[in-house]
């Protein structure tokens, strides 16, 4: 499995890995609508392919090679093909002799959006295909899933760089991230097998909701004609959307999967222009959708799924000229599910428990709209909220119009960043040392100290812990934070970032106070 975030550049990997290969090999999209995308990625380095497509998708994939290349390299001979899983799957693919010849002769097979390809359905019976080929490649952005299956299909888990740091090196664009304030409450809509909300429920909860009217006041404030797209909770929310936007004069255009193939492809073809400035949609561009002109995403719809949500906030990532930053607009605070986009994140193919923990790769914290301040998310309060005293360095954020705030993801960035270093595993933390080119004679001293201070860190991680334990229960927790901050002259969440002498100090504190914080 190879993982690269969204924007990261897969398609153009795996397509200069089947240039190389120089032979039959074949690429699987888990949905009809990507097909351009790759296609035109394999145009672009010279590579002939056949599309196993119905007519209607391969003679629009010929209209956009002609746009752009002049020519057409869709050819139904070439020894490299392009399929969806479900036309794989369907029944006329195995009465195809043509078809089923090249797959047979294919020794290489990448499959975009690697983590659909599980179970018995299209996706399955699609990688069951290609069981004779002697490489498989299996690539995507978030090697994830909301039904915890494990990836066990694959061998080997290869990780590129991460958001961050395609943002430092500017092959992503830096983003401002503003979460409002709406009145739409998820927390007793059921969730479906597949990390979203049931969409039948979200709707009741919508039609109460003025998210509607506050999805078109933030794009006229924030993203006036700026190429945008919204993520809407069904369909009929939708089309709402879109005639807001229209009652305001805003060029908008709202798509779904019902939508026909050929309406679709010109909407979009308006869009990638100058026909339009705002596309609404439902489930249908979080996934390989890609138009760098994109400035903003407004996500009008929560999601349970860490996957859907950083491939939403990808769609306005890419680089452009002239495109200073992407704006995202969560009016549903995500973000407090899932972190920002650029947070480290750490995958693995092992499975999980359905349900299971949703922040398995860090220690579940959540962050405070009001400071942009990171705090264990067993706490329901913020440690700074409400607090006079911020701690040096701590930016604060911008307030807009009363009820949308930008958070500050520079000083959240350099926070969480100093966490997962100090918590770096053995393994990582002795790579680590390699990678900065440490003398091999000083490795062991310095794994020592990092074993120690991770071992003061827990020590002083449980103190805070009986600490918040031997408060009244009747003490808000807010209070009970700004209690702490106040007695010991930092934060929870500040100090798990430490070193070993303010550590050791901090647990003398606890250790000292403890009886008189009792009253």
């Not at 479900?86 to 002769?105: D, F, G, P």
């Not at 604060?396 to 997962?420: N, T, Y």
Request: net charge neutral; proline share 4%.
């Amino acid at each position: 499995m190879g993982v690269l975030p969204t924007g990261g550049g897969k398609t153009i990997c795996f397509s200069s890995i089947v240039r190389d290969h120089g032979s039959y090999a074949g690429v699987v999209v888990h949905r009809r609508e990507i097909i351009k995308q790759i296609s035109l990625s394999l145009g672009a380095f010279d590579i002939k392919h056949r599309i196993v497509a119905p007519p209607s998708v391969v003679a629009i994939v010929r209209r956009a090679h002609m746009r752009k290349f002049g020519k057409s390299f869709v050819d139904p001979h070439a020894l490299v093909g392009v399929a969806s899983a479900q036309t794989l799957a369907s029944k006329s693919t195995e009465k195809n002799q043509l078809v089923m010849r090249w797959i047979n002769q294919c020794d290489l097979a990448v499959f975009d959006e690697g983590h659909h390809y599980v179970g018995d359905g299209s996706w399955g019976k699609a990688v069951r295909l290609f069981d004779h080929a002697e490489r498989l490649l299996f690539v995507s952005a978030s090697p994830d899933r909301a039904d915890g299956k494990p990836l066990s299909f694959c061998d080997v888990l290869v990780e590129g760089e991460n958001t961050q740091w395609l943002i430092d090196n500017k092959r992503l664009s830096p983003f401002k991230y503003y979460a409002p304030e709406s009145n739409l409450g998820v927390d007793d809509i059921p969730i479906t097998a597949s990390g979203e909300f049931n969409s039948r429920a979200f709707r009741a909860q919508v039609v109460d909701s003025d998210i509607v009217g506050d999805v078109v006041a933030q794009y006229l404030k924030l993203a006036k004609g700026k190429k945008t797209i919204v993520f809407a909770t069904d369909v009929e929310t939708a089309f709402d959307m879109a005639d807001a936007f229209k009652a305001q004069g805003v060029r908008a255009l709202a798509l779904h999967g019902g939508t026909e193939s050929a309406e679709r492809e010109k909407g979009l073809e308006l869009f990638e222009g100058s026909g339009y400035d705002v596309l609404v949609n439902v489930d249908l561009f979080d996934e390989g959708f890609d138009v760098p002109s994109v400035v903003c995403v407004i996500m009008a719809r929560p999601t349970m799924s860490i996957i859907k949500f950083l491939q939403q906030c990808g769609r306005s990532l890419r680089v452009l000229e002239g495109k200073e930053h992407a704006i995202l607009i969560d009016m549903v605070r995500n973000w407090e599910r899932h972190g920002l986009p650029s947070f480290p994140r750490t995958w693995t193919l092992e499975g999980r428990a359905k349900g299971e923990g949703k922040e398995r790769d860090a220690e579940p914290l959540s962050l405070c709209l009001a400071c942009t301040q990171p705090f264990p998310s067993y706490l329901k309060a913020c440690t700074l909220c409400g607090a006079e005293r911020v701690p040096a360095g701590r930016g604060s954020p911008a307030q807009v119009d009363g009820d949308l705030f930008e958070l500050d993801v520079a000083a959240l960035q350099a926070l969480f960043k100093r966490i997962e270093e100090a918590n770096l595993s053995d393994a990582d933390y002795q790579r680590d040392q390699i990678s900065r080119n440490i003398p091999e004679i000083g490795r062991g001293q310095d794994l020592k100290r990092h074993q120690a201070a991770k071992y003061r860190r827990q020590v002083l991680e449980n103190l805070i812990g009986w600490w918040v334990g031997s408060q009244p229960k009747d003490r808000e927790l807010a209070e009970v934070q700004r209690r702490f901050y106040a007695r010991m002259g930092v934060d929870m969440a500040t100090a798990k970032t430490l070193n070993a002498k303010d550590t050791d100090a901090l647990i003398k504190k606890l250790e000292i106070n403890f009886t008189r914080d009792l009253r």
